[in-house]
């Protein structure tokens, strides 16, 4: 790796490489919750920064840094930014993000890539790494709550990675927004029978996998539309209501610390008394590695609140930068 040369990656280059597909980032995300389980990595807790003239939960900017391990280490930062009004005001993604990666002999920059594709691609590789664990084995149904880009990158997941998925419901608060959503899905996977459900509780009554994909600010879901056996990814954090974790049968993470920091929903349960490390059934990576146990019976209900965790972001980069390194993609720039 030159240190005197930046290689930039633009959205088209990583979907060139293949990085608009789920295996590439199921791989990396999978190897990337073993070094966490190994130890091998630093993660500092993510800062956000919002402006004082907005109070959307959407509406931040979020700095993720990370060394990763293993026989080839690598660190980066990715620098993700969200406005809850983009697509309404401007036409644009509502998440935006670019990753840095440096090479960890010098610490010199080596790479620039686009990262709202890989950041959505790996959100969905975990909660499919989380589903290969923890979903009970074969099953042919699973529910969308939010159906934005997120939510897009979830069901194509699930389509490439699960052949017994026969049927996905979709909701969203706008009707139009799951409509397009359902169009793109029956183009791309024709074998998939795509249902619209009326509202988020008949979606996620009876489905035995459920992914939450929304910007919303105030918990919506009950314990009592979760059926025995269900596994409820709990992807965009705040719509499980708060008794959901203690009444579940396992509660799984991707990082403690990261889930248990200022305002989450772990850390308010954690400082009412009601929830600790210890009732903390895994992070995931401890499963992953067969530490701790997943899916144990079909009846289990399994909460998965995964903060999201810069060494995912890191590891897949990493891939990336691996394969457009070896077909010469990208552009380089010099550094000096």
Known sequence: MAAATLRYLSRSDIAGLGGDRSD???EAVEAGFRLHAAGDFVQPLKPYLRSPRTD???DRIIAMPAWIGGAQPMAGLKWIGSKHDNPSARGLPRASAVIVLNDPETNYPIAVMEAGLISAMRTAAVTGLAIRHLA?????????IGCGPIGERQAAMLAEQFPSLMRLRLFDLRPEAAEDLSARIRDRFPHLAVTLAPSAEAAVRGAPVVITCTVTDKPYLPFAWLARGTLLANVSIMDVERAVFLQVDKVVVDDWDQSNREKKIINLL???GEFSRERLHAELGEIVVGRKPGRETDDEIILLNPMGMAIDDIACAHAILARAEAAQAGILLPLF
């Open 24 to 26: 590439l980032y199921m």
């Open 136 to 144: 009970r084995d074969g099953f042919t149904e699973a529910a969308i």
């Open 270 to 272: 954690v400082e009412a």
């Open 56 to 58: 959307h939960i959407a």
